[in-house]
């Protein structure tokens, strides 16, 4: 039922080729026209349907999140009961795991960055959304500048701005002889590598997901268009069984993707906590 809805959805959003050929999914479906184009103090401002898209499941995981912590019981509801266990998951298993003694300071930013990316990730299965905000690298890409600024303030705090450099730029048991190779690497690996690597890899999952789940979609409106003209829709089914399959591998990926940005977050917080050798 999903999938089909999804691929009526797909299906409107996507131009008919004059030919009667079937017209693949582009790029273009992550640049949609703007609903709002505004400027605050010089800077442009622009809203579009992935904005939109974000607005509402930020609303939605933070209504689940009220409504779920509310009148709280010792048997758990449902709601209750899914609450306890994402925070759990993040308190326990990635922050006191991972981050080690000094957690719980950074337990309330770790969970707020996995349900948000969970609850825009989820779009991407939702009915007429079919799409996550995080498939556009603009948001994972913010979202790794803010754990790349916690990192670093956290890091100049516990150790010194000379000893975070010194960490960073001189690693401990390297020969001074190779230095000369080392730390521009360290530097580059630090400052630039890791955020953006923390950011590519959310995106580029969400990115490819879609893409498959409204390539299959199409092909399956596609194809059932054709009885009566030639033999493909007999392969109808087949593409179908695929959306379908991609909508449940979807779902696997949205909550790995939302847990694994929070893990790297934690390793990084981890590194950052440690006093410097």
Known sequence: MTSSASALASVLAVESDPGGGFVSPTIAEFYPPALAEFSIFGIDFTITRITVISWIATAAILAFLVLASRRMTVVPRKSQFLLEGSYSLVRDNIGR???????????????????F????????????????????????????ILVYILYNAVSIKNKGLGGYLKEVAVPSGVPIPFLVLVTPIELLQVFVIRPFTLAVRLFANMFAGHMLLVVFSLGTVYLLGKIGENFSFVFAPFSFLMALFMTFFEVLVIVLQAYVFTVLTATYLNGAVEKAH
Do not use: H, R
């Not at 779009?123 to 790794?144: E, R």
């Open 117 to 144: 990316i969970i609850a825009n990730n989820a779009m991407s299965i939702v009915p007429f959304f079919q799409i996550s905000p995080m498939s556009k690298f603009a948001y994972p890409l913010v979202l790794a």
């Open 97 to 115: 795991d991972v981050i080690g003694p000094k957690y719980k300071q950074f337990v309330p930013f770790l969970g707020a960055l996995f349900f």
